[in-house]
């Protein structure tokens, strides 16, 4: 059973930055996504990094704002977070998938998530 923890999130103003981290029991054979949910609207996908760590994707809505990466000797994978706006505010999940990469982001493709992590964007 895989296990996922996330962590990094919290109040920041618009225009700042967080750096979400989520640590995994082991990242052989898995790729990670990272998804938020807002308040009344439905899971999203925010990111992905497959399991060969060579593609990555990015929705629309953060392109050129948010970057992930990992470092597999540490089993950990990050979600940079710059030039946060109001509209980011979710709770952000990490998810797992076996060999993923990161060509299809539907959530229901992700077999093991993390608790998640409250990211709120406000002044």
């Known amino acids: 059973q895989l296990q996922l923890v996330e962590s990094g999130g919290g109040l920041v103003q618009p225009g700042g930055s967080l750096r979400l981290s989520c640590a995994a029991s082991t990242l052989d054979y898995y790729a990670i996504g990272w998804f938020r949910q807002a308040p009344g609207k439905e899971r999203e996908g925010v990111s992905c990094?497959?399991?060969?760590?060579?593609?990555?994707n990015y929705a629309d809505s953060v392109k050129g704002r948010f970057t992930i990466s990992r470092d597999k000797a540490k089993n950990m994978v990050f979600l940079q977070m710059n030039s946060l706006k109001p509209e980011d505010t979710a709770i952000y999940y990490c998810?797992?998938?076996?060999?993923?990469?990161?060509?299809?982001?539907?959530?229901?493709?992700?077999?093991?998530w993390g608790q998640g992590t409250q990211v709120s964007v406000s002044s």
């Open positions: 998810a797992a998938r076996v060999w993923g990469n990161c060509r299809d982001q539907r959530a229901k493709l992700y077999d093991y």
């Open positions: 990094i497959s399991t060969s760590g060579s593609i990555t």
